[in-house]
C-alpha cells in the first residue's frame, strides 16, 4: 500500500477497532458504529487471534454497515497483543481522522460528528477529545466510579498529565489527524507491548500538538470485572507490567526526542513513583526505602512529607536504629 498522506481521504473517520474474544460483548461497540450521525466512516475491525465466536459475530455485520453506507473490513491476525492488533488495522487507514474505541464499549450517537466538527472548526488543532462516562458492562446501568480522573479540562497539553496519570488515557475519547499521526509513524507501527497500546498513541502526539476537551460525555466505557484488563494479577505478573511500561516509556521518550536534562529526570522520577508503589504493596521494605530515599534525592519529598512517610512505612520495622541511621545517613545528611 501506498502510504503517502494524499492518499487519505477529506472528511473521512477511520475508526480501527482492536478485538481479541469478543463475542459477547462486540456488538455494543458495532452497533454504536452504526448508530454515528456522521456520514462518512470507515471502520476496521482487527481481530488479534480470537478463539471464540468474535468473526462469526464481525461477519454478521457486513449487510448491516453496508446498508448504512459505512466501509468496513475485518482484519485478522495471530494472537499477540492489543497493540500488534492495531499495527494491522493501521495498514488499512484511509481516513483524515483516526480513533480507535475498545472494542466492549460505546460512542454516543453525536461523538464521531461533534469531534470531527470542532477540527473542522478550529484547524489549528490536530486532536481533539471529549469526556467520558461509565457503565456496568453486564447490567447496562451507569456507574459512579471512575478509573481515571479528568484533571484540569483547560489544559492543552496532555503530554505529562495523561503520563503521571492526572487526566485520563481513555482511547475512545481521542481522535487525531491522521496525516500528522503517520508523521510520528510513517511505517504504520506502533510500538507492540503487552501493556495495550493507548500510551503510544498518544504519548508522542501529544507531546508535539495541543489537544483540547469538548466537554461532553461523548464516549461509554464498559466496566467488566472478569476483563484482561482489569483481572487480578500475580505479583510476578504485576512486577512483569511495571517493567514492561517502564521499557514503553523509554521508547516513546527516544519516539519524541527527549534529551532535556529536567525532562529525563521526570521520567525518572514516574519509574521510581510506581516502583515505590509495587515495593510497599508487596510489603518489600528495603527495597521500599531504597526507592524513597533516591525520590528523596530527586528532591521529589518536602522534609516533612519525607518524615512522615519513614514513620508510616517504616513505625513496624524490627530495626528502627539501623533505619533511622541510614535515613541520617542518605537523605538528611546529604540534602538537608
Known sequence: ???????????????????????????????SLLRQTYPYIEVILADDGSTDGTISVAESYIEKFQNRGYEYQIVRAIHKNASAAIN?????????????????????????????????EYPQYYCVR?????????????SEKADEKRGDLSREELFWDILESKTFVCCGCYMLRTEQFFEIYPER?????????????????????????????????????????????????????????????????????????????????????????????????????????????????????????IIWVYVINDRMEDLFYAIYRKIFRKRW
Open 189 to 309: 507501527k506502533i510500538p507492540e507491548y503487552d501493556v495495550g497500546q493507548n500510551f503510544q498513541m498518544l504519548l508522542p502526539f501529544m507531546f508535539r500538538h495541543k489537544c483540547p476537551t469538548i466537554q461532553e460525555e461523548l464516549y461509554g466505557v464498559a466496566v467488566r470485572m472478569g476483563s484482561h484488563s482489569r483481572r487480578i494479577l500475580t505479583q510476578a505478573e504485576e512486577e512483569k507490567r511495571y517493567a514492561d511500561f517502564e521499557d514503553l516509556v523509554d521508547e516513546i521518550a527516544e519516539i519524541c526526542g527527549i534529551e532535556d536534562h529536567p525532562s529525563k529526570r521526570r521520567l525518572t522520577k514516574w519509574k521510581l513513583k510506581r516502583r515505590y508503589r509495587l515495593a510497599l504493596k508487596y510489603d518489600h521494605k528495603r527495597e521500599a526505602f531504597r526507592i524513597f530515599c533516591k525520590l528523596c534525592n530527586c528532591g521529589d519529598f518536602h522534609i516533612y512529607e519525607a518524615i512522615r512517610e
Open 1 to 31: 500500500m501506498d502510504f503517502r498522506e494524499d492518499k487519505l481521504c477529506a472528511g473521512k473517520v477511520s475508526a480501527v477497532i482492536p478485538v481479541y474474544n469478543g463475542e459477547d460483548h462486540l456488538s455494543g461497540i458495532l452497533n
Open 88 to 120: 494491522q488495522g493501521l495498514f488499512y487507514v484511509t481516513g483524515e481522522y483516526l480513533i480507535w474505541p475498545d472494542s466492549d464499549d460505546v460512542l454516543e450517537p453525536e461523538s464521531v460528528k461533534k469531534r470531527v466538527e470542532f477540527l473542522q
Open 130 to 142: 471529549s469526556l467520558a462516562y461509565y457503565f456496568n458492562g453486564e447490567t447496562g446501568i451507569s
